[in-house]
T-cell receptor, first 115, second 114 residues
Framework: DTGVSQNPRHKITKRGQNVTFRCDPI?????LYWYRQTLGQGPEFLTY????????KSGLPSDRFSAERTGGSVSTLTIQRTQQEDSAVYLC?????????????FGPGTRLTVL | KQEVTQIPAALSVPEGENLVLNCSFT??????LQWFRQDPGKGLTSLLL?????REQTSGRLNASLDKSSGRSTLYIAASQPGDSATYLC?????????????FGTGTQLKVEL
């Protein structure tokens, strides 16, 4: 068990470009979450998967944001036509339903800077 | 909509002092509450998780309490050390549809000085 990993750790892009982030959850964790954190704030929920199914995407700020989890393990978060306000740290977390009351374990995050 | 507030926003204490961080939430229908630690430029480390039916949890020098009916939790740190310096985040989970998504406070930035 090596924990939740995310890559890249840092991404600098120009406004209007598309970006994709990857999350590798703890093996056997069937739940996966994406959160976004801006400076001085706590993380905010974006979307949630149980196995391959995206069960809640109520936190995605616009249709430019999408996520998928093919095969029920690795997940990707894609932002199309990036804007400056998308600059933030994108955090991924995973948990195992029924274990430790669904305690969530977080990765180190991907810091996105949109110029 | 659930809202989580943490007080104080920042705290500076001398080494060895006992301290209390506060967290309040507006909707008492929570599934559980987690306390996290975040070091600069790093992800979140889970410290303690309290189920909604529990009153407190302890881990080493840390003790977290939960009063669900009043919407409050406290994190008690005993005999603080410089290595405890970090931002501490409180998060509550709701369970609509079984997701247990977390709602976070803005954190308390702790500095423990030598």
């Amino acid at each position: 068990d090596t924990g939740v990993s995310q890559n890249p750790r840092h991404k600098i892009t120009k406004r209007g470009q598309n970006v994709t982030f990857r999350c590798d959850p703890i093996s056997e964790h069937n739940r996966l979450y994406w959160y976004r954190q801006t400076l001085g704030q706590g993380p905010e929920f974006l979307t949630y998967f149980q196995n391959e199914a995206q069960l809640d995407k109520s936190g995605l700020p616009s249709d430019r944001f999408s996520a998928e989890r093919t095969g029920g393990s690795v997940s990707t978060l894609t932002i199309q036509r990036t804007q400056q306000e998308d600059s933030a740290v994108y955090l991924c977390a995973s948990s195992l339903e029924g274990l430790l009351d669904n305690e969530q374990f977080f990765g180190p995050g991907t810091r996105l800077t949109v110029l | 909509k659930q809202e989580v507030t943490q007080i104080p926003a920042a705290l500076s204490v001398p080494e060895g002092e006992n301290l209390v961080l506060n967290c309040s939430f507006t909707d008492s229908a929570i599934y559980n509450l987690q306390w996290f630690r975040q070091d600069p430029g790093k992800g979140l480390t889970s410290l303690l998780l309290i189920q909604s039916s529990q009153r407190e949890q302890t881990s080493g020098r840390l003790n977290a309490s939960l009063d669900k009916s009043s919407g409050r939790s406290t994190l008690y740190i005993a005999a603080s050390q410089p290595g405890d310096s970090a931002t501490y985040l409180c998060a509550v989970s709701s369970n609509p549809g079984g997701g247990n998504k977390l709602t976070f406070g803005t954190g308390t930035q702790l500095k423990v000085e030598l």
